[in-house]
């Protein structure tokens, strides 16, 4: 057996005896993350923390930086060719911010990739700059287990070391703040967000990180999109002068509810404020960038090792349309290929932030993937071949009671300064489609033996 293997099994036998099955410890838990707003919504359902090991998480990081790399490149293509932009399949709004330089390099603030870890094999399915959330929740859920006596009694016979990234992240704020021209040493933040009607300040999931940025010596406030004002040069929120904009809602939800003169995009514009999560980065979470990735034809002139880590660490992807398109050098007519493959192929919406479900050819009949083909002509959707997902065996609570549930597990590398700085992972039960209650986080530790 693995050491891997090895320590969980131990962990899971180490729960399930005396004194810690009464799980008391669990609720204990449960207490203690209720001051740090974690109990409300299910943002941990896990009773053991996910572990990588130290070889596993130097290769994610290399694996992770060499495809940034390309990913750099192939932004800076993308704007300068009009064909490669309408590939992306942005709104007209999208593609026109996307235009407008933000003033740092995206490889100071870059985000998270969603990471498939299998057999010691990592596979990126996509690339996300929201990334405050999942940084700051997972380093508070891991001081939280850390502590935990049954991981107490654990780490007696394994070490364990949390992967934290809260520093690197508020680092790597400041520095896009100084490259964009900004002249204070600590700039006025805003965290700027939208919010249904009536949900008090206190149970957004951003305000973990204002807490975070305050602790680091900034003034920092929770902001609403719609409070914001906008004159003579400066973006305020009432009296609060805001020098640097952390952006926490979606363009496409924030299009929405707002028009292109709002204050928000008029101080943009003029460089008024620095923005992190700048609307060019909506570019890299639409996952026609991997399209573009994949395509040989495009990256022909990339550099060798980014050729590599593309082709070694993305499945082939491409927009969905009645068209034909290169699989392996061949030509394919893609609606047919894709029918004709269902089992080999996943559809996945090109935003997630629009809500809609991933289908899975392996796990539908050849009628109900028809439907969701024909849907995916509709909505811009891309196809990608299935890589086998990450599982694990994790103990959760559940009405009181210790259970064992097989979940899915999403390893996500957080990418800042051009560098490696921690990870999360976001589980779901394993046949799920999509969020269900015992979806949530887990704190990542690296796992070694004594």
């Known amino acids: 057996m693995t050491l891997m293997g090895e320590a969980i099994a131990r962990y899971h036998k180490l729960i399930e005896s005396e004194p810690y099955i ?20 299910p943002i941990s359902p896990v009773l053991r923390p996910h572990m990588l090991a130290a070889r596993d998480y130097v290769a994610l990081g290399k694996a992770a930086i060499a495809l940034l790399s390309a990913v750099e490149r192939a932004e800076k293509l993308t704007l300068a060719t009009p064909a490669l932009l309408s590939r992306m399949q942005l709104l007209p709004a999208e593609r026109m911010l996307a235009a407008i330089e933000p003033g740092y390099s995206p490889r100071t603030f870059a985000g998270l990739l969603d990471a498939n870890l ?8 996509g690339f996300r700059g929201n990334t405050a959330a999942s940084v700051v929740h997972g380093e508070v859920l ?3 287990f850390y502590e935990a006596p049954p991981v107490k009694e654990f780490r007696k016979k394994y070490k364990l070391t949390k992967l934290s990234g809260a520093k ?3 680092s790597a704020v400041q520095k896009a703040y100084k490259e964009s021209g900004g002249k204070q ?92 999560n700048s609307f060019r980065s909506e570019m890299t979470a639409k996952r026609t960038l991997f399209d573009l990735l994949t395509d040989e034809s495009i990256t022909a002139k990339f550099p060798a090792a980014e050729r590599k880590a593309i082709h070694e660490f993305i499945p082939w992807t491409r927009l969905v349309q009645a068209a034909k398109v290169t699989h392996k050098r061949h030509t394919v007519d893609l609606p047919e290929f894709a029918m004709k493959h269902r089992a080999k192929l996943v559809l996945r919406p090109n935003d997630d932030s629009a809500g809609l479900s991933t289908f899975r050819g392996a796990e539908m009949d050849d009628s109900a993937w028809e439907r969701a083909l024909r849907q995916a002509m509709r909505t811009p959707y891309v196809v990608q071949e299935a890589v086998a997902p990450a599982r694990a065996v994790f103990p959760l609570l559940q009405f009181g009671s210790l259970v064992m549930k097989e979940m899915h597990v999403e390893t996500h590398p957080h990418l800042f300064n051009g560098k490696l700085h921690g990870a ?5 039960v394993a046949g799920s489609n999509g969020f269900t209650t015992l979806s949530g986080l887990a704190p990542v530790f690296l796992l070694e033996g004594k």
């Open 185 to 276: 040493k600590r700039p006025v933040i805003a965290v700027v967000e939208t919010r249904a009607p009536f949900q008090p300040p206190e149970s957004s999931e951003n305000a973990l990180f204002v807490e975070v940025l305050r602790r680091e010596g900034y003034q920092a406030e929770l902001v609403l999109a719609e409070q914001l004002e906008y004159r003579n040069n400066v973006l305020r929120r009432g009296d609060m002068a805001i020098d640097l904009v952390y952006r926490a809602v979606a363009l496409s939800e924030f299009l929405v509810r707002f028009d292109l003169n709002h204050p928000l995009i008029r101080a943009y514009k003029d460089r008024a404020v620095c923005m992190v």
């Open 22 to 41: 009464d799980l008391g410890w669990a609720e204990a838990l449960q207490q203690r993350l209720k001051p740090e707003r974690l109990v409300d919504r």
């Open 168 to 170: 690197a992240l508020t």
């Open 424 to 428: 999360s992972a976001w589980l779901n």
């Open 118 to 125: 299998h057999n010691g094999t990592s596979h990126f399915l």
């Open 142 to 144: 891991a001081d939280a």
